[in-house]
């Protein structure tokens, strides 16, 4: 167990429709990244916030916003759904970003049908 | 851009020893790492290595890394049908962004 919490482990949804997906990161970790991974894209970066600020961002569609609240939990909104968004959708943390080891949870699978 | 490439596909027997490579590009990555996915879960860390160093062991798990060349390989000693999984190796680029490889396929014979 890495510590690090996603829910829901399933979403299926529609293609136009809007779906948000939640992590929550190992206790401490202030940093959390957000992670693709499809059988044509491979593992891509989408994003990173760190104490509710984004740091970077990566392959991330104008379609899909994220944030991280006081707390430190986050959010992945994906709205305007295409078939091609059905992918795993990883998030992971860190004590505080950089280069630091990163501990991914188990995953959201998203299909769009 | 930054790249990290892996073989996709690796076949041993069980109690061979397992190698899995990866080459990186970016020079700089200062932190290179090993993860390990089972079908339908996460990634799990398994270990990483800093870029002054040649060697890691760590149980049956040894990382090499020859900076020269931008090579890191995973050597699984004794591999087990538990050890079945993708591996990944990532590299970090500039001080957020980690690169993953496409992943190496390891099946174990029995």
């Known amino acids: 167990d890495s510590g690090v919490t996603q829910t829901p482990k399933h979403l299926i949804t529609a293609t136009g429709q809007r779906v948000t997906l939640r992590c929550s990161p190992r206790?401490?970790?202030?940093?959390v990244y957000w992670y693709q991974q499809s059988l044509d894209q491979g593992l891509q970066f989408l994003i990173q916030?760190?104490?509710?600020?984004?740091?970077a961002k990566g392959n991330i569609l104008e379609r899909f916003s994220a944030q991280q609240f006081p707390d430190l939990h986050s959010e992945l909104n994906l709205s305007s759904l295409e078939l091609g968004d059905s992918a795993l959708y990883f998030c992971?943390?860190?004590?505080?970003?950089?280069?630091?080891?990163?501990?991914f949870g188990d995953g959201t699978r998203l299909s769009i049908l | 851009g930054e790249d990290v490439e892996q073989s996709l596909f690796l076949s041993v027997r069980e109690g061979d020893s397992s190698v899995i490579n990866c080459t990186y590009t970016?020079?700089?990555?200062?932190?290179l790492y090993w993860y390990k996915q089972e079908p339908g879960a996460g990634l799990q860390l398994l270990t990483y290595?800093?870029?002054?160093?040649d060697m890691k062991q760590d149980q049956r798990l040894t990382v090499l890394l020859n900076k020269k060349d931008k090579h890191l390989s995973l050597r699984i000693a004794d591999t087990q049908t538990g050890d079945s999984a993708i591996y990944f190796c990532?590299?970090?680029?500039?001080?957020?962004?980690?690169?993953f490889g496409t992943g190496t396929r390891l099946k174990v014979l029995a």
């Open positions: 992971a943390s860190s004590p505080r970003g950089g280069d630091q080891p990163q501990h």
């Open positions: 206790s401490g970790d202030l940093s």
């Open positions: 916030y760190y104490n509710g600020e984004e740091r």
């Open positions: 970016d020079s700089s990555s200062t932190y």
């Open positions: 290595i800093f870029s002054n160093m």
């Open positions: 990532a590299a970090t680029s500039g001080t957020y962004k980690y690169i």
